[in-house]
């Protein structure tokens, strides 16, 4: 995983500044500062946590391409929220158009607030030290084959294999019993948590995106 530089503290239009004139690592500060922003607006679309770094990343993308056409710098985030309102709104038209059910904008669905159905999705994804709190609480209610299980592939980083060897399981169970002790700590984090706190970016998120982001960038500067 790459790690950001550390620069010293920049006014926005200057940063801008700087991006446009061809200092694009600088587009990193940008990409971090406006991630969380960017995630509640997907979310907020009811797209699930993929589709919304999808989206992400187009925005940013876009962002920096037309970077230059920005008058008034001092709106950059007005900007930048816009840009992912649009590409939100034609991938909601996109789906209408091939007949597949798109959401109503800003509804929310309270399964969809919790743990996405990614299998990368995990407690392990999130940052927030309270929510982490939750999960470990909420860990201790699930039976103990599926709290192993959980254990040994989320928060201890064991592949599949691993995993199966070290409890005498196939492979298969191995994804059946982590993705039932999911669900059970879906309901359980319910219970326990806003979906507010559950909307928040966190960091581990956060640096997939730039990392994505910056990795595009560098490609459209590539002759």
């Given at each position: 995983?790459?790690?950001?530089?550390?620069?010293q503290p920049i006014a926005e239009s200057e940063l801008i500044e700087r991006v446009?004139?061809?200092?694009?690592?600088?587009?990193?500060?940008?990409?971090?500062?406006?991630?969380?922003?960017?995630?509640?607006?997907?979310?907020?679309?009811?797209?699930?946590?993929?589709?919304?770094?999808?989206?992400?990343?187009?925005?940013?993308?876009?962002?920096?391409?037309?970077?230059?056409?920005?008058?008034?710098?001092?709106?950059?985030?007005?900007?930048?929220?816009?840009?992912?309102?649009?590409?939100?709104?034609?991938?909601k038209h996109k789906l209408i158009s091939k007949y597949e059910i798109a959401t109503d904008t800003f509804s929310f669905k309270k399964n969809d607030l919790?743990?996405?159905?990614?299998?990368?999705?995990?407690?392990?994804?999130?940052?927030?030290?309270?929510?982490?709190?939750?999960?470990?609480?909420?860990?201790?209610?699930?039976?103990?084959?599926?709290?192993?299980?959980?254990?040994?592939?989320?928060?201890?980083?064991?592949?599949?294999?691993?995993?199966?060897?070290?409890?005498?399981?196939?492979?298969?169970?191995?994804?059946?019993?982590?993705?039932?002790?999911?669900?059970?700590?879906?309901?359980?984090?319910?219970?326990?948590?806003?979906?507010?706190?559950?909307?928040?970016?966190?960091?581990?998120?956060?640096?997939?995106?730039?990392?994505?982001?910056?990795?595009?960038?560098?490609?459209?500067?590539?002759?």
């Open positions: 995983m790459r790690n950001m530089k550390t620069y446009v004139n061809g200092d694009v690592a600088l587009f990193e500060v940008l990409i971090r500062r406006y991630n969380p922003y960017l995630y509640k607006v997907g979310r907020a679309y009811n797209y699930n946590h993929q589709d919304v770094e999808d989206l992400m990343q187009e925005t940013f993308i876009n962002a920096y391409i037309n970077l230059s056409k920005l008058q008034n710098r001092n709106y950059f985030k007005t900007w930048l929220v816009r840009i992912m309102l649009n590409e939100c709104y034609r991938k919790m743990f996405p159905d990614n299998n990368s999705d995990t407690g392990k994804a999130v940052g927030n030290k309270e929510l982490n709190n939750v999960i470990e609480n909420a860990i201790q209610h699930i039976p103990f084959d599926y709290r192993m299980v959980f254990c040994l592939r989320e928060i201890n980083g064991m592949s599949v294999a691993e995993t199966a060897k070290a409890m005498e399981i196939t492979d298969t169970n191995v994804k059946v019993r982590l993705n039932r002790a999911k669900a059970m700590l879906r309901k359980e984090v319910e219970k326990m948590y806003t979906s507010e706190e559950i909307f928040e970016f966190n960091l581990v998120y956060c640096d997939a995106i730039v990392n994505r982001v910056m990795e595009k960038i560098y490609q459209l500067k590539k002759p």
